[in-house]
């Protein structure tokens, strides 16, 4: 018989040797709990390894797939209902309690139902939730409308029942199902037909059908501007330069993803220190300058501040390979521009929203390195953690990150339109079902305003820069947790030292006001935090004089203990009015005093003046 035997495959060792710090290494990575499990794949000499063109298929498909989704993972979705269907047979009691509840529901309908056929003016059965405001007109008061609504709304809050509190399920894969259950019953709300909607029944009938009419005729319009890529009605009354974007300027510096924006001066001195202000790369700056009556750079500037602003460049296909670390650069350039123009003077860093990150970011990097240009730091509506983004998290995991990327892998960017889609979907009552009632049902306009026209102006994010957004500081925090690197080394906002303005808004879907306030947990500073009411643009812009507007406003030292978010509004300040004036006279009493205003730019180099504002790049669509 051949001989079967196993030669081994090393030399073999005297029992006396003693073995080396590499052999007994690898010896205990063969044997024990590290041992690495055997390798199962076989891996054939004549196969031929796996085609790019396969990958490039399945990319093509979901980036194509994506145009249909407005850029949502149709992938993740099916998989966390799937879980949720799945935990939901396995768990008897929680079906056995959703069909009392449905029981008890049909009850009270009935009951409630009985009473409104003897006294029309019977208090309902249920009242929608706060910011509900689809059923408030006297109409649906009326029979029929009275009940069609009521069981709207029980049906409503049974799904959302059916979708909460299951074992097994995540906080995140609840919120999922809510979330999307939500959109799905959004579409066939009694609001949006007109048989059962009472406002538009009794337009109907008063006009004769002329209110549909307009309707289809508002949205032919309406379709025809978006497909041919044109913004909407009314924005051209809204025109940067001209009606928005007002405050003189002149742009002093032009690279490839900004301008820099310097602002001339309204008052015969001004602070020594000047403002730099980085926004999002999402959006076009003049958000912060809209109309002279509520333009935040404008009311700086007639303080005595000098201003600068970043203006980012609307991306193309051509710079789908710019990452953040250009991003990062090009503020580091834009800065270096400031401390040229305005010498000897260290300055105000202010971000808003990413920008704000950003901005977190390059100063922690600025203050590792020893780089003390920065004396104070303010942030409006900035998250530094995001372990806890809001109802944005519903939108990022793994699946639809790695759409997000078939689709910008395939296009170059991130457009503006399939960004508008995410951010609708979070109001869609608001955003989407009540212009749809209003314009398109009852055939009247909604009257445009500068906030809304800025907001159909968004940009364009470059592929690379926007998958490591996502990966690295959205799904990895690597920001928070302080593994985010630049410079080749790890950054950590517990090194910033200046002192730090921080505003967040009551009613932001975007950057919770809660996940801002962890700014606390990160920084060892003295933190000024304001909570202001209204969204995340709105209530920034809240110049002096908005009527509604307050706010509550507490400085935490750098040695103060931590207060938990319900402790520090409990202990804020409360205050009625613009918090506007409260950043002014903050600023005012962390700078160094006045000094004659600054010549715009400088005579020659890198940095004289070119154009007015507001630039070139703003108009890029």
């Known amino acids: 018989m051949p001989d079967t035997r196993i030669e081994p495959t090393t030399e073999p060792r005297d029992n006396d040797a003693v073995p080396s710090d590499g052999e007994r290494q690898t010896e205990e990575a063969r044997s024990g709990l590290d041992a690495e499990p055997p390798e ?29 989704t407005l850029g949502v993972s149709p ?13 939901l047979m396995g768990s008897p009691g929680k079906q056995a309690q959703l ?11 009935g009951i409630y139902a009985g009473q409104v056929a003897r006294d029309p003016e019977a208090e309902p059965c249920i009242e929608p939730l ?27 809050q049974w799904w959302y029942n059916a979708a909460c509190d299951i074992d097994g399920l995540t906080d ?11 959109q799905m019953l959004d579409t066939v709300a009694p609001s949006n037909f007109v048989a059962t909607n009472p406002e538009v029944a009794d337009a109907t009938l008063r006009e004769g059908g002329a209110n549909l009419v307009r309707g289809a005729q508002h949205f032919l319009e309406d379709w025809e501007r978006a497909i041919s890529g044109k913004l909407p009605v009314g924005t051209e009354d809204y025109l940067p330069g001209r009606d928005v974007a007002t405050t003189p300027g002149k742009v002093v510096y032009r690279t490839r993803l900004l301008e820099l924006i310097q602002y001339a001066p309204q008052t015969e001195t001004v602070q020594a220190e000047p403002i730099f202000i980085v926004p999002a790369w999402i959006m076009k700056y003049y958000i912060l300058d809209l109309s002279p009556h509520n333009s935040l750079v404008r009311h700086l500037v007639e303080q005595g501040f000098t201003v600068f602003i970043v203006s980012w460049r609307n991306p193309t296909a051509e710079d789908r390979d710019c990452g953040m670390d250009a991003y990062f650069a ?8 400031v401390s040229t123009i305005v010498p000897q003077q260290k300055i105000h860093g202010v971000g808003y929203c990413l920008g704000g990150t950003l901005m977190a970011a390059k100063a922690a990097q600025m203050a590792r ?27 990022v995991s793994e699946s639809e990150v790695s759409f997000l990327e078939n689709m910008m892998w395939d296009q170059g960017y991130l457009d503006t339109k399939q960004m508008a889609g995410a951010f609708q979907l979070l109001r869609s009552a608001d955003l989407i079902w009540s212009r749809y009632i209003h314009e398109y049902l009852m055939g009247r306009r909604q009257g445009m305003f500068d906030l809304m026209a800025w907001n159909a102006d968004a940009t364009r994010m470059p592929y690379r820069m926007h998958s490591e957004y996502l990966r690295r500081i959205f799904l990895g925090n690597e920001l928070a947790e302080g593994k985010y690197r630049l410079g080749g080394a790890p950054v950590t906002i517990g090194d ?119 630039g070139t790049y703003v108009f890029q669509r």
């Open 40 to 68: 199962l794949v076989h891996t054939s000499p004549i196969e031929a390894p796996d085609r790019y063109s396969t990958k490039s298929l399945d990319r093509a498909f979901n980036a194509h797939l994506a145009r249909f």
């Open 75 to 87: 992938y993740g979705v099916a998989s966390t209902y799937f879980a949720w269907w799945a935990h």
């Open 99 to 109: 069909a009392e509840k449905a029981a008890r529901k049909a009850t009270r309908f």
């Open 130 to 156: 706060p910011h509900d405001h689809r059923f408030d007109a006297e109409g649906w008061r009326r029979w029929p409308y009275n009940l069609i609504y009521q069981n709207f709304l029980l049906t409503q």
């Open 172 to 182: 995140r894969q609840e919120r999922v199902v809510s979330f999307l259950t939500r």
């Open 330 to 337: 090009a503020v580091e350039e834009a800065m270096d521009a």
């Open 369 to 395: 390195d020893g780089d003390d240009r920065l004396a104070s730091l303010t942030f409006f509506a900035t998250q530094t953690d995001f372990e806890e983004p809001g109802e944005l998290q519903l939108f």
């Open 496 to 614: 910033i030292e200046v002192p730090i303005f921080c505003v967040s808004t009551t009613s932001d879907h975007v950057a919770p006001w809660q996940s801002v306030y962890k700014l606390h947990l990160l920084a060892d500073t003295e933190i000024t935090f304001v909570l202001t009411n209204g969204g995340h643009n709105a209530g920034i812009v809240s110049e002096p004089g908005h009527e509604g507007r307050e706010y509550r406003i507490r400085t935490t030292g750098e040695d103060e203990s931590y207060l938990s978010p319900d402790g520090w509004q409990a202990a804020a300040e409360q205050r009625d009015g613009s918090w506007w004036p409260a950043l002014v006279d903050w600023l005012r009493a962390r700078s160094s005093g006045e000094t004659a205003p600054p010549a715009l730019g400088t005579q020659a180099g890198a940095y004289r003046p070119m154009e007015d504002a507001p």
